[in-house]
């Protein structure tokens, strides 16, 4: 059976590895990559993770699910082939996208999965490699690469090869410094497609303010925009916001770093420094006291803890990562001395009101 795509062998690889190097053409004549502040710790990181993730972790995990499926139903082996190929590829790709859509936001909501995922947000400035960068065991256990498996095993291998190509074209737009998008927000006529367009797939804005580092810019949205291709399931799910500007800041709030293999190989290899999350030492402490605090503020945005992890009471310092808790976010139009929640029981967050007086007193 002829699984190539237009019968022309290989022709998936070559077009997703024109993509790659298509953006990074872009990216180097732009002057991004000159002016890049990356260190060596981070293209070693983003470059293994590329390729290990292509050359092994992908390969390996599609031949296992060839094997699985053969020895448990090989009667299922090329059932779908006779699929027409225009309705197996949406097929594919949203049961794929929708998939990735939940594992992307449990990586956020669940301290041991964030702790894999945390490196792909320690990037402080985005490029098209920052989508590669995550622990290997993360993409072990990422459902899609699994499902690549299973969709080849039925007979879907054309589809797959199609969706793939669609895939990283927007996944990579989406991470890259080369913002398509930006030139149809700023022109009128332009405006009907591009609402048609970022209310479909992910465009740079959309995914750009998932790794933005505070919510505080009013931009950035690191707990939302989880879509990988589509943004259907942020606005399905309630996770979407849209912006058509750009965080001025990437990365983690509270980033101590650790060496590129404690990121890459954790949770086999561990972080040294005892206040990275991917230390063997490191614990989440509650800060939570029973009572306000009352602290004088300047005018403009700020963002409370809601979580009560956060060493900075009251306000946050990005340890809510991990939890289903978000910060709150709450500006003021002039210097006030404000009373804060420190209980974490306030309805009214960020304000006290007084929740505290009916909790459990030591």
């Known amino acids: 059976m002829d699984n190539s795509l237009f019968g022309i062998p290989d022709l998936d690889r070559y077009l997703v590895l024109s993509i790659l190097v298509g953006f990074g053409l872009l990216e180097a004549a732009a002057g991004y990559l000159t002016r890049s502040q990356r260190t060596r710790s981070d293209w070693i990181q983003e470059a293994g993770s590329f390729f290990l993730l292509s050359t092994a972790i992908k390969p390996c995990i599609v031949v296992a699910v060839l094997w699985i499926g053969q020895a448990i ?3 299922a082996y090329l059932s779908l082939s006779h699929w027409n190929f225009w309705l197996l590829l949406p097929c594919y790709l949203l049961i794929d996208d929708v998939m990735q859509y939940w594992y992307h936001r449990s990586a956020h909501e669940y301290q041991w999965l964030w702790k894999l995922h945390r490196p792909h947000h320690q990037a402080t400035e985005m490029g098209f490699f920052v989508s590669y960068r995550n622990a290997a065991v993360y993409y072990i256990l990422m459902p899609n690469i699994w499902w ?3 969709i080849v095993f039925l007979g879907g291998a054309k589809a797959v090869a199609a969706g793939l190509i669609l895939k990283q074209a927007v996944i990579i737009g989406s991470h890259s410094r080369i913002k398509w998008d930006e030139p149809l927000y700023r022109h009128t006529i332009f405006r009907p497609l591009i609402f048609l367009l970022e209310h479909v797939i992910v465009t740079p804005a959309f995914h750009h303010a998932h790794h933005g580092k505070s919510i505080q810019d009013g931009i950035s949205n690191p707990n939302g925009n989880f879509g990988n291709m589509f943004s259907l399931w942020d606005q ?3 996770s979407a916001i849209y912006t058509h500007d750009y965080p001025t800041e990437y990365g983690l709030v509270r980033d ?3 060496h590129w293999s404690a990121a890459w190989f954790y949770p086999v290899i561990s972080a040294s ?4 999350e991917v230390s063997r030492e490191f614990t989440k402490q509650q800060q ?16 409370s803890c809601r979580c009560g992890f956060s060493s900075n009471q009251p306000f946050c310092d990005g340890s809510h990562h991990g939890t289903k808790i978000q910060p709150c976010r709450f500006e003021l139009d002039r210097a006030r001395t404000v009373k804060l929640c420190q209980c974490k029981a306030t309805e009214k967050p960020p304000w006290c009101d007084n929740s505290h007086l009916n909790l459990p007193q030591d």
């Open 273 to 276: 420094n005892s206040a990275s």
């Open 256 to 258: 101590p770093g650790e």
């Open 288 to 303: 939570t006291q029973c009572e306000p605090i009352s602290v004088e503020l300047e005018p403009g945005a700020h963002v």
């Open 148 to 150: 690549v498996g299973l």
């Open 73 to 75: 139903v090989p009667d």
């Open 236 to 238: 399905l799910f309630g």
